[in-house]
């Protein structure tokens, strides 16, 4: 009889965590999760054995609580929750250390790091920490596969609310500045799933999106009319107004920490209100949907279908612009 693998996941709470964790236990591995509080514990589907300690200080009880453990393969789906400076380099970095050191202890040969598709143009902090852990993670000398998945159904859904009650569809600048391929929790837990197994995807950096063509804000409001039944106005913000309220902020952050971090904050909302989460064509200067792999079959507009017709809205993170 064949044992089951044993796999550690990190940040199985989160959206795409809980994704990750079904489609584990789906294929059948052994799964633990460590989590951070008791609280955490209810959101655990069966099947899962479960940790509880603090991953940005290990020393605290979570290596206590694993000393004796083995593992075959680490999963970390850890993210900050601002992507602001201090929480990035916290998170991002230095828990994914602690995560990585942890992997060696309990014998882990693998490591699958859920990264972001944003790295590869970094220009914040929360993107330079994570790539000084993926360099951290390819020198390791574990087998590594880093995963840098586009949007998420859950960044581009927190407006439903807003055009149910009339309240118009807001887009930046002319609505076709970005653009990304939807990719939902659960297919890319199955693509994590598969990174265990799947030889061609060791030792590698894999960009990842969803099926179909790329979609552009504009598109995802004319979707929203369709699903509705319903005109729905769109609203342009210009680009420009975010740039007035990153240096207001970025000037009275000089005298009060509270504002510098609001400014921190408006620099990664103009970012994803400018950048697409598509994969970086540099012979073009572009970013290229044909060059960005796509898994699975579920699409953002199935899911916005099911929201609307189970009257529910979109859980969202702080991450979220609207």
């Given amino acids: 009889?064949?044992?089951k693998k044993r796999v550690l996941v990190f940040g199985g709470t989160g959206t795409a965590g809980r994704g990750v964790v079904r489609a584990l236990l789906a294929s059948d591995y052994a799964v633990t999760c460590v989590l951070r509080d008791r609280k955490s514990l209810d959101e655990m589907p069966t099947g899962v054995e479960?940790?509880?300690g603090s991953v940005t200080d290990p020393?605290?009880?979570?290596?206590n609580?694993?000393?004796?453990?083995?593992?075959d393969v680490v999963v970390s789906c850890l993210a900050s929750r601002t992507g602001a400076p201090k929480d990035a380099w916290a998170i991002d970095h230095a828990a994914q250390f602690n995560a990585l050191a942890i992997a060696k202890t309990a014998d882990a040969t693998q490591f699958i790091l859920l990264s972001a598709i944003c790295v590869q143009r970094p220009k914040l902090a929360f993107q330079h920490a994570k790539l000084a852990f993926e360099k951290e993670l390819i020198a390791s000398g574990l087998t590594y596969s880093i995963v840098r998945p586009t949007a998420f159904f859950k960044s581009l859904s927190g407006q439903i609310e807003r055009v149910r009650n009339d309240k118009g569809f807001l887009v930046f600048g002319d609505g076709t500045l970005t653009a990304c391929t939807p990719l939902s929790d659960d297919d890319l837990g199955r693509f994590i799933a598969?990174?265990?197994?799947?030889e061609t995807k060791h030792n590698q950096i894999l960009p990842i999106g969803?099926?179909?063509?790329a979609i552009t804000p504009n598109e995802q409001g004319e979707a929203l009319a369709r699903i509705?039944?319903?005109?729905v106005k769109i609203k342009r913000i210009p680009v420009a107004l975010l740039d007035v309220i990153y240096w207001v902020l970025r000037i009275g952050g000089l005298l009060s920490r509270k504002l510098a971090e609001k400014a921190e904050l408006a620099q990664i909302g103009r970012y994803y209100a400018t950048e697409s989460m598509l994969v970086w064509n540099p012979e073009t200067g572009k970013y290229d949907r044909d060059l960005t792999p796509s898994t699975g079959t579920?699409?953002?507009f199935q899911h916005y279908e099911q929201l609307i017709k189970e009257n529910r809205a979109q859980e969202r993170g702080d991450h979220s612009v609207f």
């Fill in 59 to 63: 020393n605290a009880g979570l290596n």
């Fill in 65 to 71: 609580a694993l000393h004796d453990k083995k593992f």
């Fill in 194 to 198: 598969q990174c265990i197994t799947d």
């Fill in 50 to 52: 479960e940790i509880l």
């Fill in 228 to 231: 509705l039944k319903k005109p």
């Fill in 1 to 3: 009889m064949t044992l």
């Fill in 210 to 213: 969803g099926p179909g063509p």
């Fill in 298 to 300: 579920e699409t953002l």
